[in-house]
């Protein structure tokens, strides 16, 4: 099964206010498992960066300039993810800026049930816990040492481990592994039939048992 991490950076919280997404980072798994395939790009959104955005991204209005628009991208971008399931943290944020920048560029929406919201999973598996990235992150212990700024790629690649551990784990990966890989310790073998054997006692052994067998108080056993 072919899934795809997205995440994206914008220059603010909402399309309706005319802001535009100026970076998009997604990454291939198939089967639970990070293929190494990625899409990454940078967007010029055609319009000022406000240092609210820069602070969180580092991503600047003259950095951007030279990057393409998003009509000029959006065709690659599409063909990345395919008609795959897209796995996104805070889902609606997302869709809602991808949406709005196909509508743009006179593309189809993606439709709402194309995502999988890991922000969701977290609150259902986790309720009343902090469900940020940076939390799930830190309740799994996943290194946040390289996220001195928030990043599209990665916070995908960090989202993937987040993933990851709300199916279950590194342990169920592991798990089905091994599962796969590994024959069973046990596979049953051809019945083998001995020869039967008769063990033959003498008449004086004989007489020992039946002797023993009185001693036995409220014995079950009829000696005959």
């Known amino acids: 099964m072919r899934e795809i991490i997205l995440d994206t950076e914008t220059t603010g919280l909402s399309p309706d206010q ?7 980072g997604c990454i291939e798994l198939i089967n639970k498992k990070a293929t190494g395939k990625t899409y990454h790009q940078y967007i010029n959104p055609q319009r000022d960066v406000p240092a609210k955005a820069t602070e969180i991204t580092g991503l600047t209005t003259e950095f951007l300039k030279p990057f393409p628009v998003f009509n000029q991208i959006v065709d690659a971008f599409l063909d990345f993810i395919g ?6 943290h805070n889902a609606s944020f997302d869709m809602t800026f991808l949406n709005a920048e196909l509508g743009w560029a006179s593309k189809p929406f993606l439709p709402k049930t194309r995502a999988l919201d890991t922000l969701l999973m977290a609150r259902k598996k986790f309720p009343g816990s902090p469900a940020s990235l940076d939390a799930l992150c830190k309740r799994f212990e996943i290194d946040l040492s390289k996220r001195d700024k928030h990043g599209a790629l990665l916070d995908a690649e960090l989202l993937y481990y987040v993933y990851i551990e709300l199916l279950g784990g590194r342990q169920r990966s592991l798990g089905f592994e091994i599962e796969q890989l590994i024959e069973p310790i046990y596979t049953p073998q051809t019945q083998v039939n001995f020869a039967k054997r008769t063990f033959c006692i ?4 004989d ?4 002797d023993f067998i009185t001693t036995i108080a409220g014995s079950r056993w009829s000696i005959k």
Do not use: A, N, Y
């Open 207 to 210: 007489q020992l048992h039946k």
């Open 83 to 88: 008609d795959d399931q897209l796995v996104i």
């Open 202 to 205: 003498s008449v004086e052994e």
């Open 18 to 24: 005319g802001h535009r997404i100026t970076e998009i």
